[in-house]
Nanobody, 119 residues
Framework: QVQLVESGGGLVQAGGSLRLSCVAS????????MGWYRQAPGKQRELVAV??????IYYADSVKGRFTISRENAKTVYLQMNSLKPEDTAAYYC??????????????WGQGTQVTVSS
């Protein structure tokens, strides 16, 4: 069974910074892409940033220049969030595209971590 555990959310004033972490564990053969999504109340979940095993990175336009995604190893991904704005307030979810030992591909989600930015 695969688990993704996020940490690092919290309450911060506008202009502040937070760093989110996500660690994958379980019976994993390999992980391709790892990314962060967010969902604000009443809105659809949206992609924030993603990084592949090859190092390719994508950012949503709304966070370019403020957020940085990185991978420490094959199973850990970070999201450094600087210059936070109230509109960044949302539940942030980690996602990983995982290949299991039986060659099955799965898309896995963490439980989410709340980020609240006060004005």
């Amino acid at each position: 069974q695969v688990q993704l555990v996020e940490s690092g959310g919290g309450l911060v004033q506008a202009g502040g910074s937070l760093r989110l972490s996500c660690v994958a564990s379980g019976n994993i053969f390999s992980i391709n892409a790892m990314g962060w999504y967010r969902q604000a109340p009443g809105k659809q979940r949206e992609l924030v940033a993603v990084i592949t095993s090859g190092g390719s990175i994508y950012y949503a336009d709304s966070v370019k220049g403020r957020f940085t995604i990185s991978r420490e190893n094959a199973k850990t991904v970070y999201l450094q969030m600087n210059s936070l704005k109230p509109e960044d307030t949302a539940a942030y979810y980690c996602n990983a595209e995982i290949r299991l030992p039986d060659n099955t591909k799965t898309s896995n989600w963490g439980q989410g971590t709340q980020v609240t930015v006060s004005s």
